[in-house]
């Protein structure tokens, strides 16, 4: 009940791509936290692009501020600078970034008067969120030390990311969410949502059987 469908395989192969990458973005001057900010901001625009209804340009926006997120800790990695303060500062920019995307969506649906779509987007968020809690407690709690916790979970935020994304650019293929205008992007927008929320609260719960079942081990020793 603990699988995800990014495996620590896969993982592995994406940051021997983005180690280069990152080292050459370190030379022409960008530091860890430079990248973390670029990442942060990044997502700042592809939620102003969702809040105006720009969807293409927020589903880009999304999967690239997505793959530029390796950068900082690859760098930070590479060039020996990896520091509690920079994974803290991280993790916190991180969850920031969702949050805004998941924000300007919640205000596009608003100008759209789709109450159902803005409830769907805090729904979405709030699990998601629930998601990172749930790992970072367990952790501090020293339950799944290291990354470990990062495989537990059907959707991680690597797999929220691309179903985002591909909602999006759903909503973009059937005209935004302006009924008036002829959009018919509502319906694809509800069940990205939707299935982001329900896939992200089934990963809550297996993380907390998973912390549950490492609890009873350790009583038994």
Same mark, same amino acid.
């Given at each position: 009940?603990?699988?995800?469908?990014?495996?620590?395989?896969?993982?592995?192969?994406?940051?021997?791509?983005?180690?280069?990458?990152?080292?050459? #973005? +370190?030379?022409?001057?960008?530091?860890?936290? %430079?990248?973390?900010? @670029? !990442?942060?901001?990044? =997502?700042? *625009? /592809?939620?102003?692009?969702?809040?105006?209804?720009?969807?293409?340009?927020?589903?880009?926006?999304?999967?690239?501020?997505?793959?530029?997120?390796?950068?900082?800790?690859?760098?930070?990695?590479?060039?020996?600078?990896?520091?509690?303060?920079?994974?803290?500062?991280?993790?916190?920019?991180?969850?920031?970034?969702?949050?805004?995307?998941? #924000? +300007?969506?919640?205000?596009?649906?608003?100008? %759209?008067?789709?109450? @159902? !779509?803005?409830?769907? =987007?805090? *729904? /979405?968020?709030?699990?998601?969120?629930?998601?990172?809690?749930?790992?970072?407690?367990?952790?501090?709690?020293?339950?799944?030390?290291?990354?470990?916790?990062?495989?537990?979970?059907?959707?991680?935020?690597?797999?929220?990311?691309?179903?985002?994304?591909?909602?999006?650019?759903?909503?973009?293929?059937?005209?935004?969410?302006?009924?008036?205008? +002829?959009?018919?992007?509502?319906?694809?927008? %509800?069940?990205?949502?939707?299935?982001?929320?329900?896939?992200?609260?089934?990963?809550?719960?297996?993380?907390?059987?998973?912390?549950?079942?490492?609890?009873?081990?350790?009583?038994?020793?």
């Amino acid at each position: 009940m603990t699988g995800s469908f990014v495996s620590d395989d896969l993982r592995q192969r994406v940051r021997g791509v983005a180690d280069p990458i990152a080292l050459g #973005l +370190g030379r022409i001057g960008f530091t860890p936290t %430079a990248l973390t900010l @670029v !990442g942060f901001a990044i =997502a700042m *625009a /592809a939620a102003i692009a969702c809040a105006l209804g720009q969807w293409l340009t927020g589903a880009v926006l999304v999967l690239f501020g997505s793959v530029f997120d390796l950068f900082d800790g690859a760098l930070a990695r590479a060039t020996g600078r990896a520091s509690r303060l920079g994974a803290f500062m991280d993790s916190t920019f991180d969850r920031a970034g969702e949050a805004v995307v998941y #924000l +300007g969506i919640v205000y596009a649906a608003a100008a %759209a008067e789709f109450a @159902v !779509g803005g409830l769907l =987007a805090a *729904a /979405a968020m709030a699990s998601a969120f629930l998601v990172s809690y749930t790992r970072a407690r367990s952790e501090s709690l020293g339950f799944t030390p290291g990354r470990g916790m990062a495989t537990v979970g059907v959707a991680p935020r690597e797999v929220r990311v691309v179903i985002l994304t591909a909602g999006l650019v759903a909503v973009h293929l059937g005209g935004g969410l302006h009924e008036l205008t +002829g959009g018919d992007g509502r319906t694809p927008l %509800a069940a990205t949502l939707l299935v982001i929320a329900v896939l992200a609260t089934f990963t809550v719960i297996q993380r907390i059987v998973h912390v549950m079942n490492q609890a009873q081990e350790q009583e038994q020793k």
